[in-house]
């Protein structure tokens, strides 16, 4: 039996900027302290949602990578995951509380009007109680910081095994 060989050709990979992690070690470290302490108390399938929509919006290739491998390997479905870019359209693949999660991603990671709108907040609070609320609002916050990182330095994707960071 004959094989055939993969003749297409994708784009070359672009290299990174530069190793930000290696030249700021320090930085590094205490983000990943930060990262830590504001994942306490927030369901990790809510957090893999808000992380991957927060990194679309953001368009952080590597930190999509990362987010939907690490989800899929935690049982996400793949479903889910696609439909995430048009949340608000598909409502009904997501809880209420996962749609006030991701509604409060969005203002807080697009803040084109200057502030998070107070019906937003509402929702979200509605949905959590404060300590779940204080930490949403910190693991949004820090995954909006590293996707600066890794968009600034051009992080290189497809490399990420899923876990490699936990």
Known sequence: METTE?????????PARLSWTAHAPEVYKAMVRLDT???????????ELVKIRASQL???AFCLDM?????????ESVERIIQLSAWDESRHFYTEREAAALELTEAITVLTDGFVPDDVYERAAKQFDEPELTH???AIT?????????VTTRMVPGHY???QHQ
């Open 142 to 150: 820090v995954i909006n910081a590293w996707n600066r990182f890794a």
């Open 6 to 14: 993969n003749t297409t050709e994708y784009a070359p990979e672009h």
């Open 161 to 163: 095994t899923p876990g």
């Open 136 to 138: 949403l609002i910190a």
């Open 58 to 60: 953001n368009h952080c």
């Open 67 to 75: 987010h939907t491998k690490d989800a899929l390997a935690a049982g």
């Open 37 to 47: 302490a504001a994942r306490k108390g927030v369901d990790p399938t809510l957090l």
